[in-house]
């Protein structure tokens, strides 16, 4: 006998309606009707009152129920189907990654290639060294100017207002923002975001964070274009809720 049916049963001895147990209980009538059908299990206090109401001696939760055998099977499935999907995203992110990481290593072997060319034949290594740009740091502002940081390695792009970057050596001709959907992670997907012109002299760039709005869930990066050498971000998941901001 089920738990539902053991409840049923009791409540009929009684001589008590749905309604007249409920009321007892201090619950609604559908929650007695759920625990009697087998698709609700009562519990702590509930319990213990039930118990004392019907005469129960015991109430065991039967795990082979109807509707806790469809509960236990769905948490199972859904749990398989999260892992699959979280597996399946983190192994294209890393291709797209590694594909990312390669273009930029030759992109950086062709501008060095070209500076040892001009170099005269008395440089040292170090001004070699010094002409390098890099790429130090990009950092998230709201509109206060506090620093927005990553949640569970999320930035909600709702608290987001401006975009600091910052770079070492000469200044690229313009900085572009972009995004790949979340879920993709394919260069073909890709979206230019924000191209914003840098002047000569310039260490530092505020880019506006209001392309963010509409992005959903995406991994965003940043590129510093030299013209003949692209400098690239890490990549930063990001995501717009407004509901979840304090």
Same mark, same amino acid.
């Given at each position: 006998?089920?738990?539902?049916?053991?409840? %049923?049963?009791?409540?009929?001895?009684?001589?008590?309606?749905?309604?007249?147990?409920?009321?007892?209980?201090?619950? +609604?009538?559908?929650?007695?009707?759920?625990?009697?059908?087998?698709?609700?299990?009562?519990?702590?206090?509930?319990?213990?009152?039930?118990?004392?109401? =019907?005469?129960?001696?015991?109430?065991?939760?039967?795990?082979?129920?109807?509707?806790?055998?469809?509960?236990?099977?769905?948490?199972?499935? *859904?749990?398989?189907?999260?892992?699959?999907?979280?597996?399946?995203?983190?192994?294209?992110?890393?291709?797209?990654?590694?594909?990312?990481?390669?273009?930029?290593?030759?992109?950086?072997?062709?501008?060095?290639?070209?500076?040892?060319?001009?170099? +005269?034949?008395?440089?040292?290594?170090?001004?070699?060294?010094?002409?390098?740009?890099?790429?130090?740091?990009?950092?998230?502002?709201? +509109?206060?100017?506090?620093?927005?940081?990553?949640?569970?390695?999320?930035?909600?792009?709702? %608290?987001?207002?401006?975009?600091?970057?910052?770079?070492?050596?000469?200044?690229?001709?313009?900085? %572009?923002?972009? *995004?790949?959907?979340?879920?993709?992670?394919?260069?073909?997907?890709?979206?230019?975001? =924000?191209? %914003?012109?840098?002047?000569?002299?310039?260490?530092?760039?505020?880019? +506006?964070?209001?392309? =963010?709005?509409?992005?959903?869930?995406?991994?965003?990066?940043?590129?510093?274009?030299?013209?003949?050498?692209?400098?690239?971000?890490?990549?930063?998941?990001?995501?717009?809720?407004?509901?979840?901001?304090?």
């Amino acid at each position: 006998m089920t738990l539902g049916e053991q409840i %049923k049963q009791a409540r009929e001895e009684k001589n008590l309606s749905q309604e007249a147990l409920a009321e007892h209980m201090g619950v +609604s009538r559908q929650a007695v009707s759920k625990w009697e059908n087998d698709t609700a299990i009562p519990q702590g206090a509930n319990r213990e009152l039930l118990s004392q109401v =019907l005469d129960l001696e015991i109430i065991k939760e039967d795990a082979e129920a109807p509707g806790r055998r469809v509960i236990l099977w769905s948490g199972w499935i *859904a749990a398989v189907i999260l892992l699959v999907l979280f597996v399946g995203v983190v192994m294209r992110f890393r291709m797209y990654r590694a594909e990312q990481s390669e273009r930029e290593r030759n992109t950086i072997t062709e501008y060095e290639e070209k500076l040892m060319m001009d170099q +005269s034949a008395d440089s040292e290594a170090g001004d070699f060294n010094s002409k390098l740009p890099e790429l130090l740091s990009v950092r998230f502002y709201d +509109s206060n100017q506090n620093e927005v940081t990553d949640e569970a390695l999320w930035y909600n792009a709702a %608290k987001i207002d401006s975009i600091l970057i910052q770079w070492s050596g000469s200044s690229p001709v313009s900085i %572009k923002m972009l *995004a790949t959907p979340s879920g993709s992670e394919t260069m073909e997907d890709t979206e230019l975001l =924000l191209t %914003k012109s840098v002047l000569d002299g310039d260490s530092a760039a505020l880019l +506006s964070a209001e392309t =963010l709005t509409d992005i959903g869930f995406s991994h965003v990066c940043f590129e510093l274009d030299y013209g003949y050498v692209v400098l690239t971000s890490e990549i930063f998941n990001v995501f717009y809720d407004e509901d979840l901001i304090e």
